[in-house]
């Protein structure tokens, strides 16, 4: 089954978690309408991002900046027939927690990408019994409350990423170190929703730290597009 026992609980929006234990997926659905109703925004969020791909030297010369603790992300990935390009369904784990996200890319320019992303927390078990098992279409169009899939998800592989979050100026940056299918890339995030401080920041990272302004794909995309490259190989 796509979907087995697990705990589900939403994150998005000012209300307070609520934690579900699952026996079938319809035990929630009646949750899911009222948290709707109640607040349409609960597990929704317009993310505006700037992404900038960096070299090796690049990601050195700015986490030199920070002594921050890394964090490790784990995205497994999931793949349906017929996805389109511009949507993504991952499963993410940070430590202990895992988060189970929807997310589709709106538009792209000038090295920022703006994107609709939803997601809820789901518990370990989900998680294992998603990579075992995969997702079954109707019930991500159900949690999400879209209607972009018709076939189910197969897991396809995961992406570790090394984090560091600090302030730089007046910046809150995400540098990552992401590693996948064998391959290591860099790359620079950071969310705003003032574009004109997003172009200073570019600014400041090629006056400060040389950075050759070069925008950066999304993760899941780079993950598929490396592993169609091995397929092919």
Not at 26 to 35: A, H, M, Q
Not at 96 to 107: A, E, I, Q, S, V
Not at 144 to 152: A, G, K, T, W
Not at 165 to 171: A, G, K, L, R, V
Request: hydrophobic fraction near 35%; charge should be neutral.
């Amino acid at each position: 089954m796509p979907f087995g026992n697990a705990s589900i609980a939403f994150c998005k929006g000012k209300m307070s978690k609520k934690t579900h234990t699952l026996s079938k997926f319809d035990d929630i659905l009646s949750t899911i309408k009222f948290l709707h109703r109640v607040k349409k925004d609960t597990m929704k969020n317009l993310e505006q991002e700037l992404k900038l791909q960096l070299t090796q030297r690049e990601y050195n010369l700015i986490a030199a900046t920070t002594d921050a603790c890394p964090v490790v992300i784990v995205n497994n990935y999931f793949v349906a027939k017929g996805q389109t390009k511009d949507t993504m369904v991952r499963v993410r784990q940070i430590g202990d927690n895992y988060t189970l996200c929807f997310k589709r890319r709106l538009g792209f320019a000038d090295d920022v990408m703006v994107c609709d992303e939803r997601e809820c927390v789901v518990d370990k078990a989900f998680a294992d019994n998603a990579v075992a098992n995969g997702l079954g279409a109707t019930s991500v169009n159900r949690i999400f409350d879209v209607d972009d899939f018709f076939e189910d998800f197969a897991y396809v592989g995961s992406m570790q990423t090394t984090r560091h979050c600090f302030n730089i100026e007046q910046w809150r940056i995400e540098l990552d170190k992401c590693d996948y299918l064998g391959k290591t890339d860099y790359e620079l995030e950071c969310e705003c929703t003032h574009i004109d401080r997003l172009n200073e920041l570019k600014n400041y990272l090629n006056y400060t730290f040389g950075v050759v302004i070069k925008s950066s794909t999304a993760k899941n995309a780079r993950f598929l597009a490396e592993l169609e490259r091995q397929k092919k190989a």
